[in-house]
């Protein structure tokens, strides 16, 4: 069975992520289950996600990613944003943990974030801190729940634009086996590595420095940037700069096949455009 989808929205309670994905066909999902920017510090009351696990049962859905609240920042010295940031995490990790106890057949990937921006920190520095501060979170859960390092576009001093950063963020935590990826397409195509001309290249390289088993999921998204851009734009699925045939060939790349592919395209918004996207993403995946 091949595993795609997109993000979808959790607004007005957590069943609805489910309700999206029946509704546009789907099997795998990210959703973000408490509002973007705002920290998430209270744990999520467990009737809440039991309306998810509940709306589970027959849906067909295998694949759960929770993306965290978009303000996280591991690389901070600043030891209040540094905290805000493990206790987010922390509420979603036993987020994914309740889910992993209560649901039967419902693969929770992890919950995925962007590392961070080491502003006051060396890169080296900003590694560490990192490391650490998935090591602090992972103490504080108890479980298998996963934290998944999300591949950056690097712009600025923000961190994990290279698969060379991300794996020593997870080679210097100690609890390494709840420590995987995702990486994102776009993000990784502006940092220089060319789905449209080395795709044979990036694949060997995922799998040489990461290890491919360590990659939970792609973010599938076509860029509006240039190569190399560093700059953080996604578009429409064959509509930008990586386009429809490299896009294609990576997602039946014959190593990469077992791997959730979830977009967070620009058409995502609801309606018939995202239905289309969907169909688009449909049309191009292989069994
Ligand atoms: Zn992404």
Known sequence: MRYF???VTSAGGHQNSIKEAVKYGINSIQTMPTAPMRWALKDVPVDQIDALVNEHKGSGVEKLLLHCVYLINLARQDSQMFHLSKMSLVTYLKYAQTVMDRADGLDV????FHPGSAKDLT???GVKRISEGL???????PGRAMLLLESSA???NVMGDTLEELAAMREGA???ERVGYVLDTQHMFVSGYDWRNDLEGIVSKIDEVLGLENVRCFHLNDSMMDFNSHRDRHENLGKGEIGLEAITALVNHPKLKNIPFIMETPALKGGEEMQAEIDTLKSIIKE
């Open 123 to 125: 890169p080296e520095e």
């Open 5 to 7: 989808g997109a993000h």
């Open 154 to 156: 690097g712009s600025g």
């Open 109 to 112: 990937l992890g919950v995925t």
């Open 174 to 176: 100690v609890h390494k």
């Open 135 to 141: 090591d602090w979170i992972i103490e504080q859960v």
